[in-house]
């Protein structure tokens, strides 16, 4: 079954101790995407991967590091998470885009972080 | 100050009749457009898309309108079934491969 997979689904951590949210995709594509979810503001893009070893900053990238060391990995790393990084967290991915064509993005099921 | 706006936080529709979602956006060099539906846990997942070149785009019971000089674009449902009943998210890619959502609109098609 395509999917896009996240883990963990649901984490409570404290400020300051690193985390990783891992993201997986079995659908051999190439653009990768974090974004987080808070209310009023819709889906906020951190990161993005076009390829392996290619990253590039979204919106709102303060507070997060991310790799893509393999086509089908994107994690998000909090080196030193903070109470405002509390949101809800998709990663998606979709095949390559080109100048002018663009394709529709395959979402994760989401991971709900809490910083206390 | 937000790129894509979603001006109704919620909509309710009798089933059956059309449901109208609008989208607004300020930024010029967006290209392409998507609206995404989201279930309650659980991610957003594609609906449909439309690029700045055209003015419709057709699928099944959804449509999508794009008039680009009043940057305003508009998801069509018909009829309206409970099933469609989530939050809808419209998106817009710039040139540069960056992707802004509005905040949502939570229809709710009443049986």
Redesign the interface.
């Known amino acids: 079954e395509a999917q896009v997979t996240q883990n963990p689904r649901y984490l409570i951590t404290v400020t300051g101790k690193k985390l990783t949210v891992t993201c997986s995709q079995n659908m051999n594509h190439e653009y990768m995407s974090w974004y987080r979810q808070d209310p009023g503001l819709g889906l906020r893009q951190i990161y993005y991967s076009m390829n392996v070893e290619v990253t590039d900053k979204g919106d709102v990238p303060e507070g997060y590091k991310v790799s893509r060391k393999e086509k089908r990995n994107f994690p998000l790393i909090l080196e030193s998470p903070s109470p405002n990084q509390t949101s809800l967290y998709f990663c998606a991915s979709s095949l390559r885009r080109d100048i002018r064509g663009s394709y529709e993005q395959y979402f994760g099921p989401g991971t709900r972080l809490t910083v206390t | 100050d937000?790129q894509?706006k979603?001006n109704s936080p919620s909509l309710s529709v009798q089933e059956g009749r059309i449901s109208i979602l609008n989208c607004d956006y300020t930024n010029s060099m967006f290209?392409?457009f998507?609206w995404?539906k989201k279930y309650p846990?659980?991610?957003?997942?594609?609906l449909i898309?439309i690029?700045s070149i055209k003015d419709k785009n057709e699928d099944g019971r959804f449509t999508v309108f794009l008039n680009k000089s009043a940057k305003h674009l508009s998801l069509h449902i018909v009829p309206s079934q409970p099933g469609d009943s989530a939050v809808y998210?419209c998106?817009a890619?710039d040139y540069g491969?960056?992707?802004?959502?509005?905040?949502?609109t939570r229809l709710s098609v009443l049986p």
Do not use: H
Request: overall charge negative; proline content about 8%; cysteine-free.
């Open positions: 937000q894509v979603q290209d392409y998507l995404y846990a659980e991610g957003p997942t594609f898309s690029s998210f998106a890619r491969q960056n992707f802004v959502f509005g905040p949502g």
